[in-house]
């Protein structure tokens, strides 16, 4: 179940399978059949292939540019269709079958590199649970998480609890979320602890932090290495289902904001004790959910003090501005401009006590000097939205002009959750401190100038 689908024996096996039956769904054909239908196969996978760009372009899906990978399997995905209904007279049936077979063999190939590019599904045992909704490792329900509390039962590690978070408020259709205990929590009259929401990227469940990104394990090392202390992690839904793209704001796919204030915060207080001073929150996000961090935070310093974005973006993003208002905000640019980071900071004015680390997995040149504190510049976004490190730049130094302490900090990796989960258990200690971790001491942001 640990075998790997980034790389390694079986992405190979499944390709190398593939290639060798499209090619034995071409077999031997008649010269003529291979003047007509082989370029008319190419031609249809490249179709398929020029389709689904412009579908992840005008949906605004992606963060940078897609693997070549991807656009070879859709090629071949065309073909094989092609190759399957034009070969189909003539052949024997075993023949037809391979045919058959291929098609989706070319499709699960696309995924893979999908797959690859983002790093959601990094084992054969995160697939199975993704698909069957299997328990993560550690994990129990809330009633034996307080019964263990009462009895003063500390376990070695964290525990992972899932948890229906009641939605009354916002209304918002979440699926059940996960909630890291460190083993700190569980012990006799322990303190009330930090918590820190963990936001992932468009498309994702609760379990792609602790299984995708590492969290579990990151949490586990750094509470052993600090007496069992370590903040409490929220690993929230801002989706609600697999293809409903909230990114994190309210509007006709969900009242996702308001889940993550109105619903998470407070049931977290009141069911987990932790803290509920705003200087011991955080929120930190992958992708989209970077995008939700500095969001959410710019927008609700009374409950969020710390975040971290990782490959976030300018604003939410659902394709160009037309149509990100269109489908997140019904047409409504006033309710859009309510959950525009640059906005909200101009409008806000002045901040104290928050602060933020931008990752960002690109090599491009990161120009940042912290401006005097004051309103927050009226420049332009970034020429290349792709490029996370000209929107971190540019989102760092317009927050730091309104007294927002950030740093801009590479990280030498891509942009998936494998290389989110590095980010994670490099900012932990910072982001713990931060927090007011218990045993965990204060630090600065790397390359940063307090404000």
């Given at each position: 179940?640990?075998?790997?689908?980034?790389?390694?024996?079986?992405?190979?096996?499944?390709?190398?399978?593939?290639?060798?039956?499209?090619?034995?769904?071409?077999?031997?054909?008649?010269?003529?059949?291979?003047?007509?239908?082989?370029?008319?196969?190419?031609?249809?996978?490249?179709?398929?292939?020029?389709?689904?760009?412009?579908?992840?372009?005008?949906?605004?899906?992606?963060?940078?540019?897609?693997?070549?990978?991807?656009?070879?399997?859709?090629?071949?995905?065309?073909?094989?269709?092609?190759?399957?209904?034009?070969?189909?007279?003539?052949?024997?049936?075993?023949?037809?079958?391979?045919?058959?077979?291929?098609?989706?063999?070319?499709?699960?190939?696309?995924?893979?590199?999908?797959?690859?590019?983002?790093?959601?599904?990094?084992?054969?045992?995160?697939?199975?649970?993704?698909?069957?909704?299997?328990?993560?490792?550690?994990?129990?329900?809330?009633?034996?998480?307080?019964?263990?509390?009462?009895?003063?039962?500390?376990?070695?590690?964290?525990?992972?609890?899932?948890?229906?978070?009641?939605?009354?408020?916002?209304?918002?259709?979440?699926?059940?979320?996960?909630?890291?205990?460190?083993?700190?929590?569980?012990?006799?009259?322990?303190?009330?602890?930090?918590?820190?929401?963990?936001?992932?990227?468009?498309?994702?469940?609760?379990?792609?932090?602790?299984?995708?990104?590492?969290?579990?394990?990151?949490?586990?090392?750094?509470?052993?290495a600090h007496g069992g202390n370590a903040p409490i992690l929220v690993f929230v839904d801002t989706s609600g289902q697999?293809?409903?793209?909230?990114?994190?704001?309210?509007?006709?796919?969900?009242?996702?904001?308001?889940?993550?204030?109105?619903?998470?915060?407070?049931?977290?207080?009141?069911?987990?004790?932790?803290?509920?001073?705003?200087?011991?929150?955080?929120?930190?996000g992958w992708s989209a959910g970077g995008t939700c961090a500095v969001m959410t935070t710019v927008m609700h310093p009374?409950?969020?003090?710390?975040?971290?974005?990782?490959?976030?973006?300018?604003?939410?993003?659902?394709?160009?501005?037309?149509?990100?208002?269109?489908?997140?905000?019904?047409?409504?640019?006033?309710?859009?401009?309510?959950?525009?980071?640059?906005?909200?900071?101009?409008?806000?004015?002045?901040?104290?006590?928050?602060?933020?680390?931008?990752?960002?997995?690109?090599?491009?040149?990161?120009?940042?000097?912290?401006?005097?504190?004051?309103?927050?510049?009226?420049?332009?976004?970034?020429?290349?939205?792709?490029?996370?490190?000209?929107?971190?730049?540019?989102?760092?130094?317009?927050?730091?002009?309104?007294?927002?302490?950030?740093?801009?900090?590479?990280?030498?990796?891509?942009?998936?959750?494998?290389?989110?989960?590095?980010?994670?258990?490099?900012?932990?200690?910072?982001?713990?401190?931060?927090?007011?971790?218990?045993?965990?001491?204060?630090?600065?942001?790397?390359?940063?100038?307090?404000?």
């Amino acid at each position: 179940m640990n075998i790997s689908l980034l790389d390694g024996w079986l992405p190979i096996l499944i390709q190398s399978v593939t290639v060798l039956g499209l090619i034995a769904a071409v077999g031997r054909r008649s010269p003529r059949w291979l003047r007509l239908w082989l370029p008319a196969a190419v031609g249809a996978g490249v179709v398929l292939a020029l389709a689904s760009s412009w579908f992840i372009s005008d949906q605004g899906l992606a963060g940078g540019p897609a693997p070549i990978a991807l656009w070879v399997w859709l090629v071949l995905t065309g073909a094989a269709l092609v190759v399957t209904i034009a070969g189909w007279p003539g052949v024997r049936w075993w023949r037809r079958a391979i045919a058959v077979a291929v098609v989706p063999l070319c499709a699960v190939c696309a995924g893979l590199a999908v797959n690859t590019w983002t790093g959601y599904l990094p084992t054969v045992e995160a697939l199975w649970q993704r698909s069957s909704g299997a328990e993560l490792s550690g994990q129990i329900d809330l009633d034996t998480a307080l019964n263990m509390r009462r009895s003063g039962e500390r376990p070695d590690r964290g525990v992972l609890v899932s948890v229906p978070i009641p939605t009354n408020a916002s209304g918002f259709r979440s699926r059940p979320e996960l909630v890291y205990l460190p083993p700190a929590w569980f012990a006799p009259g322990a303190p009330q602890l930090p918590a820190v929401v963990m936001v992932g990227g468009e498309f994702g469940w609760p379990a792609d932090w602790p299984t995708a990104g590492g969290a579990q394990r990151t949490a586990d090392d750094f509470a052993a290495a600090h007496g069992g202390n370590a903040p409490i992690l929220v690993f929230v839904d801002t989706s609600g289902q697999f293809s409903n793209d909230t990114e994190c704001v309210n509007g006709p796919r969900g009242m996702a904001a308001d889940h993550l204030t109105k619903d998470v915060v407070p049931f977290v207080v009141s069911t987990f004790s932790a803290s509920p001073d705003p200087s011991h929150w955080g929120i930190v996000g992958w992708s989209a959910g970077g995008t939700c961090a500095v969001m959410t935070t710019v927008m609700h310093p009374e409950l969020f003090q710390t975040f971290v974005d990782m490959d976030g973006q300018v604003g939410p993003n659902a394709g160009s501005a037309p149509q990100t208002i269109a489908r997140l905000f019904g047409g409504d640019a006033a309710a859009f401009a309510q959950f525009d980071p640059s906005t909200v900071v101009r409008k806000h004015g002045p901040y104290s006590g928050v602060a933020g680390w931008f990752a960002v997995s690109d090599t491009g040149p990161v120009i940042h000097e912290p401006a005097k504190v004051g309103p927050a510049p009226n420049v332009d976004p970034p020429n290349n939205p792709e490029s996370h490190t000209a929107v971190a730049t540019y989102l760092c130094g317009m927050v730091s002009a309104a007294g927002i302490e950030c740093s801009v900090v590479p990280h030498g990796g891509d942009h998936t959750f494998p290389s989110a989960a590095q980010v994670f258990a490099a900012a932990l200690p910072w982001l713990a401190g931060r927090v007011h971790t218990p045993g965990v001491p204060a630090i600065g942001l790397p390359g940063a100038t307090p404000q």
